[in-house]
């Protein structure tokens, strides 16, 4: 069964940065595309951030220039690197993985930036 376990969340002033991690597990096969979305109280869940197995990236118009997805295939591990962080990037970030057509999700981490 694959899991994805997301780390690296919490509480940072604005302007300042945070790096999630989402390790992978459970799966003999490479992970396909990865990513990162997020999920504001009263807010529906958006796209932060995809990352194919190649390498290819896409971001949300929101965090472009400020934010990388990057990817270790050999881990099955997908990171969030966060910087210049806004009130507005507080959520709760979610990891998720396609593997073999189907879709996987992680429990999430909270990202929490103060004013």
């Known amino acids: 069964q694959v899991q994805l376990v997301e780390s690296g969340g919490g509480l940072v002033q604005a302007g300042g940065s945070l790096r999630l991690s989402c390790a992978g597990s459970?799966?003999?096969?490479?992970?396909?595309?990865m990513g990162w979305h997020r999920q504001a109280p009263g807010k529906q869940r958006e796209l932060v951030a995809t990352?194919?197995?190649?390498?290819?990236?896409n971001y949300a118009d929101s965090v472009k220039g400020r934010f990388t997805i990057s990817r270790d295939n050999a881990k099955n591990t997908v990171y969030l690197q966060m910087n210049s962080l806004k009130a507005e990037d507080t959520a709760i970030y979610y990891c998720?993985?396609?593997?073999?057509?189907?879709?996987?999700w992680g429990q999430g981490t909270q990202v929490t930036v103060s004013s």
């Open positions: 459970g799966s003999r096969v490479r992970f396909n595309a």
């Open positions: 998720n993985a396609e593997v073999l057509s189907a879709n996987y």
């Open positions: 990352i194919t197995s190649g390498g290819s990236t």
